[in-house]
């Protein structure tokens, strides 16, 4: 959910439409401090006017540090411009392809021929589907393979349904909605594992007494992007003009660009044309609404930043059960910091990471009346943890901890009376 910019270039648009592999040679990544609301005014300006650099990650309040991707061609305009107006900065990498390329040799090496699904190591989307369907034969009392739909490219927003039994309270787990954040469909697979083959008899009462719909990657195109041509790849891949793609995760149907979003069709953040203009943020929705009164709580999975976040994203008032979401969302961070001593920050979006209008979980809060919807921003805390590259060795204790807060989620609202089927 880290909020990025308008950051190809022309090479880039082009490249990305005639299928070319987007490279980072030699581009530089910075972390810029911000103090005053003017150091955020001039980087907000170079987010709108420049198409040479890559935000990262910005400042959720006015003092705090920005990680910025720039160009070669751009190095001393950009430094320039940062020292002209008295912005402190460091350079945390002089070549953003070697962290890529280090990636992607990790992963090649941990490619073994295997009839067992590796939960330590990222999947394509392939390896993704192929599991999911194996589920089924597998499980078949308990796992139905379901397609939410179609996204523009054809591929299935796939998923599973697991039940124990019929008139259980839903979770709906919603993953993979920005592209390049790799931890969340990983999680999300080891998560269903752990429904599934757990002994624990927290997990159980998970798995048994609740019905779970499940997507890990509701952004496939995105996502089989970021592993075939450009690694930092954010939206969908629905073309708008001479760009690509919308922020799947503003493009939600309440409240939609209002706040937080940008209009601009290049941009990492823009809202769409219209709100549910994407086939990917429809199939999800139309989901979610054949499922009316069936869901009881939201989750959607994003990195990173180590957050619980409920809404609102486009107000800073606050819902009618803020004190009840506050209240779960810090039982679920304290259960999630006993394992590794991981530290999560709990609150509305809006207060806690910054505006941003047209979420999901706006959406099933304010449109589908869904009281528990929680986003989850995943490790790492900052870039210099690993950013959207965190490494594979990872995903376990990030999983782990994750169904921790999960167990603790689920108790805290049982005992304020949420789940209580009709």
């Not at 198409?51 to 910005?58: N, Y």
């Not at 160009?71 to 890529?100: C, M, S, W, Y």
Request: aromatic share 12%; glycine share 6%.
């Amino acid at each position: 959910m880290k909020t990025t910019v308008v950051w190809i270039t022309l090479f880039c648009t082009f490249g990305q439409i005639l299928g070319e592999v987007a490279r980072y040679d030699n581009y530089r990544l910075y972390s810029v401090s911000t103090n005053s609301i003017k150091d955020i005014s001039i980087l907000n300006d170079l987010e709108a006017n420049s198409d040479s650099v890559i935000f990262l990650s910005k400042p959720s309040k006015v003092s705090g540090e920005s990680q910025v991707v720039v160009a070669p061609h751009k190095l001393a305009d950009f430094v320039d411009l940062l020292q002209r107006h008295g912005l402190r900065f460091r350079i945390l990498e002089k070549n953003l392809q070697r962290q890529i390329d280090l990636e992607r040799k990790i992963m090649k090496r941990s490619n073994h021929k295997s009839d067992e699904f590796d939960f330590d190591k990222y999947h394509t989307l392939e390896e993704l589907h192929n599991w999911l369907h194996s589920l089924e034969k597998k499980y078949p009392e308990v796992v139905k393979v379901v397609s939410a739909g179609k996204s523009f490219e054809g591929r299935d927003l796939l998923g599973v349904e697991l039940s124990h039994g019929e008139n259980k309270p839903g979770v709906f787990v919603e993953s993979g909605i920005h592209a390049r954040e790799w931890i969340t469909p990983a999680t999300t697979v080891f998560l269903v594992n752990e429904l599934l083959t757990s002994t624990d008899p927290d997990v159980r009462y998970l798995a048994e007494n609740f019905t779970w719909y499940v997507l890990p990657s509701v952004n496939p195109d995105g996502y089989v992007h970021t592993h075939e041509k450009n690694r930092l790849w954010r939206k969908t891949r629905k073309p708008h003009g001479t760009c690509v793609g919308v922020d799947a995760n503003r493009n939600w149907d309440f409240h939609w660009n209002e706040v937080g979003a940008s209009n601009q069709p290049c941009s990492d953040t823009y809202a769409g044309p219209e709100a549910f203009s994407e086939p990917e943020t429809v199939a999800v929705s139309n989901y979610v609404k054949e499922l009316k009164d069936k869901v009881h709580l939201y989750l959607s999975f994003h990195s990173f930043s180590q957050l619980i976040i409920f809404p609102n994203g486009y107000t800073s008032q606050h819902v009618v059960n803020h004190k009840d979401l506050q209240d779960v969302g810090d039982v679920a961070a304290k259960a999630l910091s006993q394992r590794y001593g991981t530290k999560y920050t709990v609150g509305p979006i809006y207060e806690t990471i910054y505006p941003a209008a047209g979420t999901s979980i706006d959406w099933t809060y304010g449109a589908m009346n869904v009281s528990l919807s929680f986003c989850y921003e995943l490790r790492p805390k900052t870039l210099f943890q690993g950013g959207f590259q965190l490494p594979a060795n990872q995903i376990r204790p990030t999983a782990l901890e994750t169904l921790d807060s999960l167990v603790a989620m689920v108790k805290r609202s049982e005992e304020l009376n949420y789940f209580e089927t009709v």
